[in-house]
T-cell receptor, first 113, second 108 residues
Framework: DTGVSQDPRHKITKRGQNVTFRCDPI?????LYWYRQTLGQGPEFLTY????????KSRLLSDRFSAERPKGSFSTLEIQRTEQGDSAMYLC???????????FGPGTRLTVT | AQRVTQPEKLLSVFKGAPVELKCNYS??????LFWYVQYSRQRLQLLLR??SRESIKGFTADLNKGETSFHLKKPFAQEEDSAMYYC??????????FGTGTRLTVIP
């Protein structure tokens, strides 16, 4: 296990298309987080899972965004009808229950043209 | 709303000079605060947690409740310290609220 992995690393899509990103956390970690980072800003929290349950969602997560973690392992983040403002780096992080340290993946860079 | 401010987007220091990266927060009570770091072409990773009161890679950070600050300090900067540094309080039960970050450049 080499840490949190994300796929794809880069995605270019046209406005209006749907995109889906995948995150594979560290295998024993039951908590998984999604963040979004735009240029010049720090990462912004989007949503959080404990096992398969989505326990918290940011107001940033509009109706076009949906995240799942069906078996409590990998997670997907889908953006429907992408807009240019969705262009950002999407980061995934995981942590074991009871631990405070979040381990981050390399991110998926989305460009909406 | 809970907020954290990192007033310097860019900071340059010479190798061997002291470095201080500022972080101010506006929270009530006792927030849990972290410093995360991102080196060039590497992932975001935890550097320090205020409760642990550790020194990691020569860096320390003290929570000053009176000044509502959590500045990151190192007495002698090294070239390998060049990176992006984020102050991040824990918001709610689990998610981090990142500041805008400070890019530190250590000049040889």
């Amino acid at each position: 296990d080499t840490g949190v992995s994300q796929d794809p690393r880069h995605k270019i899509t046209k406005r209006g298309q749907n995109v889906t990103f995948r995150c594979d956390p560290i295998s024993e970690h039951n908590r998984l987080y999604w963040y979004r980072q735009t240029l010049g800003q720090g990462p912004e929290f989007l949503t959080y899972f404990q096992n398969e349950a989505q326990l918290e969602k940011s107001r940033l997560l509009s109706d076009r965004f949906s995240a799942e973690r069906p078996k409590g392992s990998f997670s997907t983040l889908e953006i429907q009808r992408t807009e240019q403002g969705d262009s950002a780096m999407y980061l995934c992080a995981s942590t074991a229950g009871g631990s405070y340290e979040q381990y981050f993946g390399p991110g998926t860079r989305l460009t909406v043209t | 709303a809970q907020r954290v401010t990192q007033p310097e987007k860019l900071l340059s220091v010479f190798k061997g000079a002291p470095v201080e990266l500022k972080c101010n927060y506006s929270y009530s009570g006792s927030p849990e605060l972290f410093w995360y770091v991102q080196y060039s072409r590497q992932r975001l990773q935890l550097l320090l947690r205020h409760i642990s009161r550790e020194s990691i890679k020569g860096f320390t950070a003290d929570l000053n409740k009176g000044e509502t600050s959590f500045h990151l300090k190192k007495p002698f900067a090294q070239e390998e310290d060049s990176a992006m540094y984020y102050c991040a309080p824990l918001e709610g039960a689990n998610n981090l609220f990142f500041g805008t970050g400070t890019r530190l450049t250590v000049i040889p």
